[in-house]
C-alpha cells in the first residue's frame, strides 16, 4: 500500500513529466504521441517507474527505447522543476503501457458484436 509521500511524490512526477513531454517531448521521442498514464514510486523514493501511452507510430518499442536513452536530460529537466519539493531525485524507469490500447480493441470488438446483433435482426 503506498503511503501519503508516495502518492504525492508520483502525482508531482506524473505532473513535471507531462509539462517536459509537452514542452520538449519531440526531441526525445520524435513525432510520436506519449501520455504518462501512471507512476509508482518505491517506498524509499529512489526509483520512479512511469507507465507510458505511445499513439501514432508502429514501433512502440523504439520510441520506448528513445525515452529511455534519454532518461538523463528527462530527469535533469524535472529535477529543474521539482528541486524545491524532493532532496533527490528518484532514477525514472520507463514502462510500455499497453491498457488503453487493450480498451480500445475491447471497445471494437463490443462494437462489432453489437452490430452483428442488429444486422441480425433485421
Known amino acids: 500500500m503506498e503511503s501519503r509521500r508516495q502518492k504525492r511524490v508520483s502525482s508531482l512526477i506524473r505532473e513535471a513529466l507531462g509539462e517536459i513531454f509537452m514542452q520538449s517531448g ?11 498514464t501512471q507512476v509508482e514510486v518505491t517506498p524509499d ?3 520512479a517507474r512511469a ?3 505511445i ?3 508502429e514501433d ?5 527505447t528513445q525515452l529511455q536513452s534519454n532518461v538523463h536530460e528527462i530527469r535533469f529537466q524535472m529535477g529543474k522543476k521539482l528541486r524545491h519539493h524532493l532532496r533527490r531525485m528518484p532514477e525514472i524507469e520507463f514502462f510500455l503501457d499497453n491498457s ?5 480493441k475491447i471497445e471494437e470488438i463490443l462494437k462489432k458484436d453489437k452490430d452483428r446483433d442488429k ?3 433485421s
Open 51 to 53: 507507465y507510458v501511452s
Open 26 to 36: 519531440s526531441s526525445f521521442y520524435g513525432r510520436s504521441l506519449v501520455t504518462i
Open 119 to 121: 444486422d441480425s435482426e
Open 60 to 64: 512502440k518499442e523504439a520510441v520506448l
Open 45 to 47: 523514493l529512489l526509483i
Open 100 to 104: 488503453l490500447d487493450d480498451a480500445i
Open 55 to 57: 499513439f501514432n507510430v
